[in-house]
């Protein structure tokens, strides 16, 4: 009974570290491309920076760099790098997001657009939680 207990809360954990993918981008077939980021909101404190990771899951003929640019219509959160390039042999991408003294607290919006060298661009949301 305690080993499964134990691999249900095993396999619930691993739901949650899963990742969060966008919808496929490229130009079809096994040339697409997606961007996962983090599944859970990222705490970001007023004041503070926190680090996140934008990974690109490429097809198996996918072969192109991607132009990720990071936009939040939330006040005084600010993106760093804005815009920033994964180059065809590279997987991720590192933003830090840094809420200034004056950002609301709860959660805000971050959209990531990631546009390959030819076909179609794709956009990932994911969330930070802004605390005091």
Known sequence: ???????????????????????????????????????????????????????????KDFKEDVTLTSTTDVKDVTIDPKTTTVKAGDKDAKLTIAAGKDAPLGDAVIKVEGKPEKGKATTLDFKVKIEK
């Open 1 to 59: 009974m305690k080993q499964l207990i134990a691999v249900a809360a095993l396999a619930a954990l691993a739901a949650l570290a899963g990742c969060n993918p966008s919808p496929t981008g490229g130009s079809g077939g096994e040339e697409t491309f997606k961007l996962s980021g983090p599944v859970m909101p990222t705490t970001v404190h007023q004041e503070k920076k926190e680090t996140v990771t934008i990974s690109v899951d490429r097809g």
